[in-house]
């Protein structure tokens, strides 16, 4: 069995249309689905995505409005890589960052900045033969769109106590002193560690958890593993649009499994992503009380059609 790379990174916001104003607008990802944290359904889950709204390419945040700003720390993932194809595609994004006020910084063949929260981000130039997650935006050429996950960086301060389990139970392959490689048949990310003593915070700006793709075929099975190698896993979850399991690494970051399907839109046509606020069958009852607690928020895609923010 082989995990499909990173299936997506979940992370907190406190500012939820500030957030789809991010990463729609500016970073030019498509909100593929405006849901509820299924776990505390008065909290939204936003997902953003390639414009199918595929595993690989998906950045998604709990909103939490009275919460503190966070700081990653050990046992946290602390930066988000994402592929693009140029340097070309570097200047066009530092000089769009720049027009809103985002600091960047250029390192070799990678791009360096923050989310207005201070969640770190990573545009690194990558030859791969995956396919490219691009969403359409009329600002945002394909040709220097995001394209999906390269990679997580983590915070551990002893990395060697993971190296077993990740690479025995997950079947990682090393990559470089303190990194691993994911790839299965159809796609590949990396994973890595940083050394750091210092103790995180949560809260917003940090990363609640990463995902690693799993075949629907699998995912069983996986469950299985994680527990013979002691990690402790949930049982399975059907959060609806895809299947879970959690379960921490030695260093202590919080893993999910996650399946390729059943996809986003199982209750919404693909061109109609992220319009409404969707509900698993289970909560659909509880919509009139939601819609009247969770936080406005702007439908970016009709902004931009129609030139306003």
């Known amino acids: 069995m082989k995990l499909e790379g990173i299936h997506h990174v979940t992370a907190i916001t406190a500012d939820a249309p500030g957030n789809v104003d991010f990463y729609a607008r500016v970073l030019g990802l498509r909100l593929v689905k405006k849901s509820v944290n299924q776990d505390d359904p008065t909290v939204y889950h936003l997902f953003y995505g390639d414009?199918?709204?595929?595993?690989?390419a998906d950045i998604t945040f709990f909103e939490y409005p009275s919460a503190r700003r966070g700081r990653a720390g050990a046992?946290?993932?602390?930066?988000?890589?994402?592929?693009?194809?140029?340097?070309?595609?570097?200047?066009?994004?530092e000089e769009r960052l720049a027009g809103e006020g985002e600091a960047a910084e250029r390192a070799g063949s990678s791009l360096l900045f923050a989310?207005?929260?201070?969640?770190?981000h990573e545009l690194a130039v990558v030859e791969t033969s995956d396919?490219?997650?691009i969403a359409d935006h009329p600002e945002v050429?394909?040709?220097?769109?995001l394209q999906g996950f390269d990679a997580v960086r983590a915070y551990a301060s002893d990395p060697e106590q993971s190296r077993r389990f990740l690479e025995q139970a997950l079947e990682f392959e090393p990559n470089g002193e303190a990194g691993w490689e994911i790839r299965g048949g159809q796609r590949g990310s990396f994973y890595a560690y940083d050394r750091t003593e210092e103790r995180g915070v949560g809260g917003a700006g940090t990363v609640h958890h990463v995902a690693w793709a799993s075949p629907m075929d699998d995912h069983e099975a996986?469950?299985?593993r994680v527990a013979e190698a002691g990690a402790s896993p949930t049982p399975i979850i059907d959060r609806f649009y895809f299947r879970s399991i959690y379960f921490r690494e030695p260093s202590g970051v919080l893993f999910e499994i996650a399946t390729v399907g059943p996809g986003f839109d199982a209750d919404e046509p693909i061109e109609h992503l992220g319009e409404r606020l969707s509900l698993p069958p289970a909560y659909e009852q509880?919509?009139?009380?939601?819609?009247?607690v969770?936080?406005?928020?702007?439908?970016p895609r009709r902004q931009l059609a129609t030139g306003g923010r």
């Open 51 to 56: 414009e199918r709204g595929d595993p690989g």
């Open 75 to 93: 046992g946290m993932v602390h930066r988000i890589v994402w592929r693009v194809a140029s340097t070309d595609a570097l200047a066009f994004w």
């Open 115 to 120: 989310d207005p929260e201070g969640l770190a």
């Open 131 to 133: 396919e490219p997650l």
């Open 141 to 145: 050429p394909k040709e220097v769109a």
């Open 222 to 224: 996986w469950e299985r």
């Open 286 to 292: 509880l919509r009139d009380r939601l819609e009247q």
């Open 294 to 299: 969770l936080t406005p928020l702007p439908d």
